[in-house]
């Protein structure tokens, strides 16, 4: 994990927009469930991350991931331009700074898709941005579902499950857990959470300022 020395951000309170932030070890379930949520939600906007590894199945360029050299990556490291980053699996992964400033600047409410390393970075950046860990339902689930998946080789799948130990490992860092036993319901929590949040007092007066004025609260 990369440690940094900067300074904090503003915290998010002086945005109108939320910042989530969903991680799980490979084969949980969490890009199914923030893909369907982006499906469900349009208020909800997803920040794509950079990353030097290879696409995968029909993933494109902008789409799921910008893919990058590791030189451009390095260089976009170099320049500040990560709220995070880190290395995963032997491959770099990041989220744009810039992006996600000017999406919950502008109102928008931003759904990060990465790793605990990540999440715990921006946790530190955003203290209000709301994690969300993703946890399978057993082990055997999990390494039946990363098989099914077809995507790796029997050596990459047993270090995706050797990882996952750690990664779980971390789940008590974050704000809500969701058990992906059955998708439908896995859903269903993801979309409370979001909604209670937008419910929040001081997300409430980040998003409608003019109406508590109105009513003599601010």
Known sequence: MNSTDRPPLHPQTAYPGNLFVVAAPSGAGKSSLVKALLELDSR???SVSHTTRAPRGQEKHGREYFFVSKGEFDAMIGADG???WAHVHGKQYGTSRKAVEDRIASGADVILEIDYQGGLQIKRLFSNAVLIFILPPSWDELRSRLERRGEDAPEIIEMRLRNAAEELAQAHHFDFVIINEL?????FDLKAIVHAQRLRYQTQVNARPET????GIL
């Open 82 to 84: 990560f709220l995070e």
């Open 183 to 187: 998708f439908e319901r896995a859903l």
């Open 212 to 215: 508590f004025k109105a009513l």
């Open 44 to 46: 909800v906007m997803p």
